[in-house]
């Protein structure tokens, strides 16, 4: 079983720039694809990134490329996302997830991850 914290989210003007951070912890995390997703109010939970498990390869959705980056320090068991040049659109609540594999195909599919954080909410707002 694999415990997973967010912590890094909060109010944000448009323009600016925010770092989430997830750790993990009961198992390491360096043989698990990561990914990050997130859900507003109304909408489905979206996919946002992923990284696979050595770090080399990630994935993005359309509406974040360029914006945000996707990180993992196995060593210390987190993985991070950086925000930057955020949108009002970007509000949202931001999920870390884990799938206990390292297959990194169909990494966008949140029914592949098997561990999912309690979220953290992200306003961008003036």
């Known amino acids: 079983q694999v415990q997973l914290v967010e912590s890094g989210g909060g109010l944000v003007q448009p323009g600016g720039s925010l770092r989430l951070s997830c750790a993990a912890s009961?198992?390491?995390?360096?043989?698990?694809?990561m990914g990050w997703f997130r859900q507003a109010p109304g909408k489905e939970r979206e996919f946002v990134t992923a990284i696979n498990a050595g770090g080399e390869v990630t994935v993005y959705a359309d509406s974040v490329k360029g914006r945000f980056t996707i990180s993992r320090d196995n060593a210390k068991n987190t993985v991070g996302l950086q925000m930057n040049s955020l949108k009002p659109e970007d509000t949202a609540s931001y999920y870390c997830?884990?799938?206990?594999?390292?297959?990194?195909?169909?990494?966008?599919?949140?029914?592949?991850?098997?561990?999912w954080g309690q979220g953290t909410q992200v306003t961008v707002s003036s």
């Open positions: 997830a884990a799938r206990a594999s390292t297959y990194f195909g169909s990494a966008s599919n949140p029914r592949t991850y098997n561990y």
């Open positions: 009961r198992r390491p995390l360096s043989t698990y694809v």
